[in-house]
């Protein structure tokens, strides 16, 4: 004898909570530049201070970093450019520290602005998104240079 039974293997889920539709966060993307320019700018200053070139007894900012790397700084035992020989090393550094080719004496400055200009535009855009997160303006960056950054700060 059988019996034609029907089964339920699958049932809608019985939930207590209102369900809503999720929300994509649209100010990742920055949140997450903005953590890499801070690392790098981080990595950028301890390396220069690792290098026991600089006279000061500490660099704390990106703005010394980059006086010492435009030779505007008072060093008077040096003559010439003084600040080929900090970005001589400070190219030197980052590529024996993070294995990133291509970055020379002759453009770290820009890696170094490029650091500070989007810590700073980056910051600028999540202070003023306090409102809403669901939509966010685009950041202008070379992504080469982002790459770059990234491998300085080991985001990828």
Do not use: W
């Amino acid at each position: 004898m059988s019996y034609t039974m029907a089964y339920d293997l699958i049932r809608p889920a019985v939930t207590l909570y209102r369900e809503t539709d999720p929300k994509i966060d649209m100010m990742a993307p920055v949140t997450t530049m903005n953590r890499i320019a801070q690392v790098a700018c981080e990595r950028i200053i301890l390396m220069m201070n690792n290098t026991g070139l600089v006279k000061e007894r500490r660099l704390s900012s990106m703005d010394q970093v980059l006086t010492y790397l435009t030779g505007r700084h008072e060093d008077v035992g040096l003559s010439g450019d003084r600040g080929d020989l900090y970005r001589r090393k400070l190219a030197e550094q980052i590529f024996l520290a993070f294995a990133v080719d291509g970055v020379d004496h002759n453009n770290v400055v820009l890696i170094v602005e490029a650091a500070i200009k989007l810590e700073r535009e980056t910051r600028r855009i999540l202070m003023n998104s306090a409102e809403t997160r669901y939509s966010a303006p685009g950041v202008s960056i070379d992504e080469q240079v982002l790459n770059v950054l990234a491998r300085i700060a080991e985001i990828f």
